[in-house]
């Protein structure tokens, strides 16, 4: 049911910036605020931005999102080999009464 | 400090309806602070959202679950529950339960997850 796409993978090696897009529509980044997740091997997820571009406290600042039009990024700045997880966008869609929906998911890879 | 854990059968047989509780301590379900919600994980795939309940009691669901899921607040208000009708071997996933910060808008919280399959 995933209307946000996301790129499948993405890699880096310790201190690049890596990006992650996340595609919408309208209905859903369009016109609601992006949430981002970490999610590490075998744990549940943990919020790692909320509102487009904020972080929860004790996330490190090396973690950023952005927002522009039915688009979102996350970018990670000063790659560790702790980063190595899934991260999943997320936004509240207004189509079919309305509905939380996540990303496809994008596994990052440290190298 | 907050804490959620989910609690239920880890097995469940076709077209029965499984039951899932979520058990919170350090926080009050009835604060208007916050909503309470069930997400999902298949094995090896993403996230799917189920639902939330605003206490005591307005429910949210997928439009994709609806006509099969009801959530609810205990009555001892510790704990909120899940229960999805008529499973099949799609349903079968990680279940989580959830904070959802009403004005966040994001699920700030979660339990460790527990593991659902369906199978006969």
Same mark, same amino acid.
């Not at chain 1, 499948?8 to 919408?24: D, W």
């Not at chain 1, 549940?44 to 973690?63: E, H, T």
């Not at chain 1, 999943?88 to 890879?109: E, I, P, Q």
């Not at chain 2, 009691?57 to 999805?84: C, E, M």
């Given at each position: 049911?995933?209307?946000?796409?996301?790129?499948?993978?993405?890699?880096?090696?310790?201190?690049?910036?890596?990006?992650? !897009?996340? #595609?919408?529509?309208? !209905?859903?980044?369009?016109?609601?605020?992006?949430?981002?997740?970490?999610?590490?091997?075998?744990?549940?997820?943990?919020?790692?931005?909320?509102?487009?571009?904020?972080?929860?406290?004790?996330?490190?600042?090396?973690?950023?999102? #952005?927002?522009?039009?039915?688009?979102? #990024?996350?970018?990670? #700045?000063?790659?560790?080999?702790?980063?190595?997880?899934? +991260?999943?966008?997320?936004?509240?869609?207004?189509?079919?009464?309305?509905? +939380?929906?996540?990303?496809?998911?994008?596994?990052?890879?440290?190298? | 400090?907050?804490?959620?854990?989910?609690?239920?059968?880890?097995?469940?047989?076709?077209?029965? %309806?499984?039951?899932?509780? *979520?058990?919170?301590?350090?926080?009050?379900?009835?604060?208007?602070?916050?909503?309470?919600?069930?997400?999902?994980? @298949?094995?090896? $795939?993403?996230?799917?959202?189920?639902?939330?309940?605003?206490?005591?009691?307005?429910?949210?669901?997928? @439009?994709?679950?609806?006509?099969? /899921?009801?959530?609810?607040? =205990? %009555?001892?208000?510790?704990?909120?529950?899940? $229960?999805?009708?008529? /499973?099949?071997?799609? =349903? %079968?996933?990680?279940?989580? *339960?959830?904070?959802?910060?009403?004005?966040?808008?994001?699920? =700030?919280?979660?339990?460790?997850?527990?593991? /659902? %399959?369906?199978?006969?």
């Amino acid at each position: 049911q995933s209307v946000l796409t996301q790129p499948p993978s993405a890699s880096g090696t310790p201190g690049q910036r890596v990006t992650i !897009s996340c #595609s919408g529509s309208s !209905s859903n980044i369009g016109s609601n605020t992006v949430n981002w997740y970490q999610q590490l091997p075998g744990t549940a997820p943990k919020l790692l931005i909320y509102n487009n571009n904020q972080r929860p406290s004790g996330v490190p600042d090396r973690f950023s999102g #952005s927002k522009s039009g039915t688009s979102a #990024s996350l970018a990670i #700045s000063g790659l560790q080999s702790e980063d190595e997880a899934g +991260y999943f966008c997320a936004a509240w869609d207004d189509s079919l009464h309305g509905f +939380y929906v996540f990303g496809t998911g994008t596994k990052v890879t440290v190298l | 400090q907050l804490h959620l854990q989910e609690s239920g059968p880890g097995l469940v047989k076709p077209s029965e %309806t499984l039951s899932l509780s *979520c058990s919170v301590s350090g926080g009050s379900i009835s604060s208007i602070t916050y909503y309470w919600g069930w997400i999902r994980q @298949p094995p090896g $795939k993403g996230l799917e959202w189920i639902g939330n309940i605003f206490y005591p009691g307005s429910a949210y669901y997928n @439009p994709s679950l609806k006509s099969r /899921v009801a959530i609810s607040v =205990d %009555t001892s208000n510790t704990q909120f529950s899940l $229960k999805l009708s008529s /499973v099949t071997a799609a =349903d %079968t996933a990680v279940y989580y *339960c959830a904070r959802r910060h009403v004005e966040r808008g994001a699920f =700030d919280f979660w339990g460790q997850g527990t593991m /659902v %399959t369906v199978s006969s």
